[in-house]
């Protein structure tokens, strides 16, 4: 009897927890118990008890009607903090998320590539620590840290099948992370971005989010459920043959998406940065506009095999995504042009976290833990 009379004060504190952190308007104590059918008298008691934990606070006052202005209540965003790291091929992005998927430090740090460092587990253990210290991040606060990479997990074990950006093939996950003194969660670049896409959006239920940086990957998301495939494969949209026999690609194929939409074939094929390049499109230059061009046609493909196999929308996301917005329009069309049944690409959209996302999405694994089992 005493263990389900617990069982029940939790999930009421829960659902309380829950209620403001998912609101956006106004919310006093009055309106709590009145949209969760619960007392007054429970209602104080649990907000005494989040208060008291430094979860909920007061967030001002609610404009007078004539009577005693009621509080508002909303809960405190940076109690806990989430690390979240990508791994790329010469750099790491190191974000710090409150329970908001607020970004409250940021840092990037180049690397030799993974193959040639000596001890890249120390190398990421190091970095981390001197990120917490650097921002002052209070680590009794700590959540854990997420790691992203763009890589293949072996389901069912801590190991590496196939990172080809990293170079890497067959590899312990525990000769990156157990020198780090936190808890440590590791997935798919791809997957980390869909899955804070989702988070940020209320609108879509199913959803298939493309990943657009050095690498080309991404995740498919059923009624905000990850769908991983069998064997974790799922949402590997980089590897898909958009010109059979075309470009050579990382991963041994040729004419992979990831070969002619990652944001490498760029640094690759002109040697210059991502900023030159587009600065070079708006002047009109003859070389970048034609490799542009092919670019986003490449890409319209890929997208267009995507609607045709999941009929879901499709979110474009990752570092080279954030200079898209002017060229929507003209993707769009390019993507509609191949479409047997619809007219416009209208479920086409552009990612609502044009920054970090995906260091954001792993480090959102220990936020959405923490809430959910609060």
């Excluded at 308007?25 to 949209?35: G, R, V």
């Excluded at 609610?62 to 509080?71: E, Y």
């Excluded at 690397?111 to 650097?134: C, R, T």
């Excluded at 074990?157 to 936190?182: E, F, G, N």
């Amino acid at each position: 009897m005493e263990a389900t009379i617990t069982q029940r004060r939790r999930q009421t504190r829960s659902s309380i927890y829950h209620y403001l952190y998912h609101t956006a308007e106004f919310c006093s104590k009055q309106s709590l118990a009145h949209d969760l059918s619960l007392s007054l008298p429970t209602v104080y008691q649990n907000l005494t008890e989040l208060m008291e934990a430094g979860l909920v606070c007061y967030s001002g006052e609610q404009r007078s009607t004539g009577g005693r202005k009621a509080m508002g209540l909303s809960i405190v965003a940076d109690a806990r903090v989430a690390i979240g790291m990508s791994i790329t091929e010469n750099r790491l992005r190191l974000v710090a998320s409150d329970l908001r998927l607020h970004e409250i430090a940021y840092r990037k740090v180049y690397h030799e590539p993974v193959m040639e460092h000596k001890n890249f587990g120390a190398f990421l253990a190091q970095a981390i620590e001197s990120f917490l210290d650097d921002y002052h991040i209070d680590r009794e606060r700590l959540l854990g840290v997420g790691i992203s990479m763009p890589a293949v997990f072996n389901p069912g074990s801590d190991r590496i099948t196939l990172a080809p950006t990293l170079h890497l093939k067959d590899t312990s996950l525990q000769s990156l992370t157990r020198l780090i003194p936190y808890p440590v969660y590791v997935e798919n670049d791809g997957t980390s971005g869909g899955y804070a896409e989702w988070f940020m959006r209320a609108d879509l239920q199913n959803m298939a989010y493309l990943s657009l940086e050095n690498g080309v990957g991404g995740a498919v998301l059923v009624s905000g459920q990850l769908y991983a495939g069998d064997n974790r494969r799922s949402g590997e949209f980089g590897h898909m043959c958009v010109e059979p026999g075309g470009l050579p690609c990382k991963c041994g194929k040729r004419g992979c998406l990831e070969a002619y939409c990652s944001a490498r074939r760029i640094s690759d094929d002109l040697g210059i940065t991502l900023k030159d390049f587009f600065a070079g499109v708006d002047g009109h230059v003859p070389e970048y506009e034609a490799l542009w061009h092919d670019l986003l046609r490449h890409l319209a493909i890929g997208i267009n095999n995507i609607r045709m196999a999941l009929d879901c929308d499709v979110v474009l996301g990752g570092f080279l995504a954030q200079s898209l917005p002017p060229y929507l329009p003209l993707l769009r069309q390019y993507v509609a042009a191949g479409n047997t049944f619809e007219d416009s690409a209208d479920y086409l959209h552009l990612s609502t976290l044009p920054r970090h996302t995906v260091p954001l999405g792993v480090a959102l694994h220990f936020v959405k833990n923490f809430i959910d089992h609060l």
